[in-house]
């Protein structure tokens, strides 16, 4: 099972676990990385970098961490852009389409803090659960991740 991060996994993870008090939960997610089992797309690593701390280095030091953009990926990209055109505005949810057209294309689930919207949600309020719904992508949260690598600490 893999899993593809979303960028508000990443700032909490700095902001909420620092590694120097939690150093093993970093070193975990490190291990998932560099056996294949957690990623982030390029475009959660270009929402990391305005964040403008050491987190955008040291996501961008792992190897295999950051996945590149597929063209099945743009297509999905595309297709969640016509379907919901306000979705993405600016910078605001900039990186979910491509969240989860990687985690589509991958067949990995996708670890997120956002929570699902109710029906009949303007597009420009629409969450990541709700749209990766239409695509039958999973979702959860930081928690249950942390749960099914076994995790302890």
Not at 67 to 81: F, H, K, N, Q
Not at 97 to 104: E, G, M
Request: with cysteine; charged share 25%.
């Amino acid at each position: 099972m893999t899993f593809t991060l979303d960028t508000n996994i990443l700032v909490n993870l700095n902001r909420l676990y620092p590694r120097d008090i939690f150093p093993a939960l970093w070193d975990s997610i490190e291990a998932s990385v560099a056996a294949g089992g957690s990623c982030i797309c390029e475009a959660v690593l270009k929402e990391v970098e305005r964040g403008g701390d050491d987190l955008h280095s040291w996501a961008k030091s792992l190897p295999g961490f950051v996945c590149s953009v597929t063209d099945a990926e743009m297509i999905t990209v595309a297709e969640i852009a016509v379907v919901h055109s306000a979705w993405v505005q600016g910078q605001i949810n900039e990186a979910d389409p491509f969240v989860i057209a990687h985690a589509k294309n991958e067949a990995s689930i996708i670890v997120s803090e956002e929570n699902r919207k109710g029906a009949g949600t303007e597009d420009r309020n629409q969450k990541i659960p709700n749209i990766a719904d239409e695509h039958s992508v999973p979702v959860l949260k930081f928690f249950e991740y942390v749960r099914r690598n076994g995790w302890t600490f």
